[in-house]
């Protein structure tokens, strides 16, 4: 007698059910006699972690090419779900920025997935994106393009749910991000600027410097455009993006709007004390919200120090902005 392999503990039972005949009477019977290891090797097991994937691809459109790196979530069945786009700061890879942001951790939570555009040397020999550069701050034209032609691919190969697509970077891509929301509103439902500059904070590097050292206050959306929903994080002691920038990027979010302010002081058990700044509207939606940490540098504020630029004493901003992302669908 052939039979099919079994592929479930319900399918061996029956199997050996039929082999068997009236020596087993029963499939409950017939289960408590299977030996452990069979019985566990038929068990429907949970997804977990393991079954995750972080994949190395690549993009290649009108406006030029860029490896990126893609987290696929264990819970991902092809159901839609939601995408967020992680732009690293100067020196940094992509694998440098995931290990100290923990987003795909987080990221494995939630079900999203998480993309991880990587600049290249031949591009900007410090690794940074060209925030500064006017020809690199248009829709349709240079990195932002190749962004959001890298989001555009994982979207068509991928079931994304197209209300929840986010965009979040550090330093130069924190500043990249603001570009993004800025000329992509229509693609991200929200925003993350960690230690970045608002979207025209400088035109070329002399004045980035100067935008980085001094601030870059004033600055103010295109017209007709803006920000979409914003979180801002800022560390109080970074000597290297001038803490005013954060203030920017929130006025630039705000784009003129009247925003009602409410502020709440707390602290990191063991670490830093910060401001939380909440901007909302006249239906009382939170549009923006502005996290200053006192005594945090130049660095990803709750990071782990497995990567560069983290303090691991501050406030987690990696659930932070998941939770403000998720929390504002488009």
Known sequence: MKLPFPQTLTEASTVLQRVLGDAAPNLAQLRAKLPDALRHAFEPKPPSQQDSRFLSLSYDGPEGSRPYKLYVPSGYHGQPVPLIVMLHGCTQSPDDFAAGTRMNEAAEAQTCFVVWPQQVKSANMHGCWNWFRSGDQQRGRGEPAIIAGITHQIMTQYSVDPRRVYVAGLSAGGAAAAIMGESYPDVFAAVGVHSGLPCGAAHDMSSA??????????????????????????????????????????????????????????????????????????????????????????????????????????????????????????
Do not use: C
């Open 209 to 330: 410097m100067k935008a980085m050292k001094h601030g870059s206050r004033g600055i103010i959306p295109r017209a007709g455009s803006g920000l979409p929903p914003a979180i801002v994080f800022h560390g109080a002691a970074d000597n290297v993006v001038h803490p005013t920038n954060g203030d920017a990027v929130v006025a630039q979010a705000a784009g003129g709007a009247r925003l009602h302010a409410q502020a709440e002081d707390g602290a990191t058990p063991g670490g830093h004390a910060w401001r939380r700044t909440l901007y909302r509207d006249a239906d009382g939606m939170v549009k923006i919200e502005h996290w200053l940490v006192r005594g945090s540098g130049h660095a990803w504020s709750g990071g782990n120090p497995a990567g560069t630029y983290t303090d691991p004493r501050g406030p987690d901003a990696t659930t932070e902005m998941l939770r403000f992302f998720l929390a504002h669908p488009k």
